[in-house]
């Protein structure tokens, strides 16, 4: 039996990114905010500290800072004809878990979206004919502009001191940056990272082929900064522990480093750790949520009230939850009925590994810390000849080189044995790997639902997550890649490439990006999304449900930089309703 | 780094380092109070999990997977034995944080690891079908038979369908071997592996460094400092900075 506690004003759930900003606009505005966070209590120090971060095998082969499958996990399988198994063990995306959720952990690359993104399918059709698109491909434009998102992005991105160069102030193109993107009010508020070794040699190959490199927008901090919060941060060191650490330094944006010190102080604010909720409560009509129910870590279950609930949880779990709640209509792919686990999409990536004569240094460098074109992105070049939509950004990172996963040897060098040793010890410091960062559209088939058989450690079922790249997908990446293997041509200074490309069923074992997206998406109308433009649900008025769940497909870009203006966009309307 | 100071007693250093160890996991202690050392009485060959036909065979094995060569010591020397072996005795080996519930079923290669076995049971299953399969086809455990034959042993396994061992996947316990052998080898010295930074010292990796401001723009310019692992610099030979 639930124990019920006293009524808060709004309740969220999950305590990453999008809780904290939905705290600190929700009682500025004078609510009583409280969050519960399933996993712990972490602060940049002690928890992130750099006498023990900087550690491999701990974070980043044993995943320590991530979900637990033990505890909570999904079902997979490529097709609605197969049987979905649990993913047992963490492979192709890492779920954050505790206090500041993947915010601790990501890299810190931070992009906005091109205003064609937005408007993918009228955009095409206008484009290239109404016949572009396949039958089963389902993306649906946003209900909103980039210009509608503009503002917000540049509040996020001052909040969390992206380092970068503007490409386009006020539709004035500006050098050194991306010529491609949407037109922005103002310049980055600190100026790009130092760059890297590899990042020089990728710049001056991709210019020398015509195309436009620019440095990636990073949420490391270039230098000292103070946000408009009054948080201070402070200068990255290039360590090279970005993605899978927490950062010791306060260098990388994390509501620790951004928002926390200023949100934790105020009274009307409270985070319970270790609390995990399993439902979202209705009334009888069904139409109002009345609170959430939550488990803490000893196993005793709570009734919390509330006169609003938001989801601020992995775009995965919020989807979940809304399903085990019976919030919406859930999506049958069968009959393309319904909204809640419609259009999950995911990013499509590949690899080229350019081999040098001289060092690198790989292990000096940061999360998104990185030379880029995006002449091969979004509609930023024409579709015409090639038959599919979308596209990549072509990257050469130096986020670091931990050697266990950061390594990369020629083709054909054996995986032990005296010539992998002497293959190490030849190409370590002198191999940087290329990324290809495509984007993925949203299709009839790639959903989520509830799973039949499988339960979570709260007797709850499991998600279960439907999905496979399609042609469209496996067509761009091959030309994106083959633009990248162009790129590691023109290197001076190299001896090879090697090509990792992403070819035939996505696979559940190998990371590639925790990019997930899609299941409760927004648009303009109760038929076609499970939310409103402003992220709230159709069905239940008082629930609101932020983060990437809401994207109706994926754009080529990480998704982080969206998820922030996005909530801010939310958080306006709550505020001013 | 500081050196204690020489007024200490043995058993204050060892109070004080074994203080350190435990105070660092969650406090972020200064550098300069801690542990250069690990106490004496630690040993990091202490067996935990592997029998002594086991240890006999991950020992063979990984002075194959990684061996000892002109460009310096091979896994076995490295201390990767002693690593995997802590491993399996911990919450790694006993797939802690696995979802590890049925129905059990094989599934496809794109829905992943669907075994039964943790990492442990797994090494276990393994290790005494490989034996068998070697003392029929070599007449002896693969601890005994040659390099030549322990090496074609691990190229079939490395082999999806190489050898059908009775009891698991020969592949999937291949995979696991090596991936395990590669992070004994490349991981922080802490764990018992990549002794005296023999992995990191091969490739050129200096360690947890921290700060590069310095160096990142120096481009071609080789890193001089030595490695230096989370815990000091044991086994560098360097005794100050």
Redesign the interface.
Known sequence: MATKLPAVDAVLVGFGWTGAIIAQELTEAGLNVLALERGSFRDT??DF????I????RYA???ATFE???RQ?LT???STN??A?????L?SFLPGVGVGGAGVHWNGQNWRYLPTDFRIRSHTQERYGKQFLPDDMTVQDWPLSYADLEPHYDTWEYLCGISGKAGNLGGAIQPGGNPFEGPRQREFPNPPL????AS?KFDEAARSIGLHPFPCPAANTSRPYKNPLGVQMG?C?????CEWFGC?NYSKASPQSTILPVLLRKDSFQCKAGANVTRVNLDSTGKRATGVTYVDAQGREFEQPADLVVLCAYSLHNVHLMLLSGIGTPYDAATGRGVVGKNYAYQATANVDVFFD????P???AGALGQVVDDFNGDNFDHGPHGFIGGAYISMWSTG?R??LQ?YLPEGTP????Q???A??EN??RSPSMQVHGSVMSYRGNCLDLDP???DVYGNPLLRLTFDFHPNELDMMKFTTDRAVDIAKAVKGARGYRKRERKG?????EYQTTHNTGGAILGDSPGNSAVNPYLQSWDVSNVFVMGASAYPQNAGYNPTGTVGALTYWAADAIRSR | MTIPTPTLSRRDFLAATAAGVSACACQGVPREVAPLDIPNETRMDAPLFFSADERRFIVAACSRLIPKDELGPGAVEAGVPDFIDRQLAGPYGQARTWYMHGPWEKGTAEQGYQLKSTPAELYRLAIRDIDDYCRKKYRNAFAQINPQDQDEVLGALEKKDGIDLPNVPGNAFFTMLLQNTTEGFLSDPMYGGNRDFAGWKLIGFPGPRYNYVEQIEQYGTPYTLPPVGLLGRRGTGVTKA
């Open positions: 120090i002690p500290s750099p006498t023990h900087q550690d491999e095998l082969v044993r995943k637990e499958p033990e996990t997979f399988r490529n197969e049987t198994l649990p993913m047992r063990q492979g130092a760059r890297s070794a020089m200068q060191t290039y360590c090279g522990f010791g001289e060092i690198v240094n292990f000096m460098g080189g050697p266990i390594h995986a032990w044995g005296a992998w040793k002497s190490m010890h370590y410091l058989t499988y339960r069923h996505y696979g559940i074992v």
